[in-house]
Nanobody
Framework: QVQLVESGGGLVQAGGSLRLSCAASGRTSSSSVMGWFRQAPGKEREFVAAISWSGGSTYYADSVKGRFTISRDRAKSTVVLQMNSLKPEDTAVYYC????????????????WGQGTQVTVSS
C-alpha cells in the first residue's frame, strides 16, 4: 500500500502561482508513475500532469502545458506541481496519485490516491 498526502493548496488571484506537494510513504518502490488530477464542482475528475518516478519523463494535459511543471524528489519521496499563470478555470480539488505500471499516464486508472487539496483562483 502507498499513502499520499497533498499540501500547498489555497486562494490565489488570477495570474498568480501556487506550489503543490505530494508526500508519498509505504511501498513507494511499487509505483512507477506519479500523477496530478483535479476535480471541479459538478465536473468529472481530469488528468493534469504525470512523471516517471525513476526517469523523470513528464506528460501534461493540453490545458496546463506551458503553465504547470511537475517534478519529483526521489530522496524525499515527494512530487511537486508548480502552477503558474493560474486561471479561474484552474479552480478545483487537486489530487495526487500513483500508478504501478508505466502505462496509461493520462487515464484515471491509478492505483493509489491522496485526499486532495483545494485550489481556488479568483478573477
Amino acid at each position: 500500500q502507498v499513502q499520499l498526502v497533498e499540501s500547498g493548496g489555497g486562494l490565489v488571484q488570477a495570474g498568480g502561482s501556487l506550489r503543490l506537494s505530494c508526500a508519498a510513504s509505504g511501498r513507494t518502490s511499487s509505483s512507477s508513475v506519479m500523477g496530478w488530477f483535479r476535480q471541479a464542482p459538478g465536473k468529472e475528475r481530469e488528468f493534469v500532469a504525470a512523471i516517471s518516478w525513476s526517469g523523470g519523463s513528464t506528460y501534461y494535459a493540453d490545458s496546463v502545458k506551458g503553465r504547470f511543471t511537475i517534478s519529483r524528489d526521489r530522496a524525499k519521496s515527494t512530487v511537486v506541481l508548480q502552477m503558474n499563470s493560474l486561471k479561474p478555470e484552474d479552480t478545483a480539488v487537486y489530487y495526487c496519485a500513483a500508478r504501478r505500471e508505466n502505462t496509461g499516464w493520462g487515464t484515471l486508472r491509478y492505483d493509489y490516491w491522496g485526499q486532495g487539496t483545494q485550489v481556488t483562483v479568483s478573477s
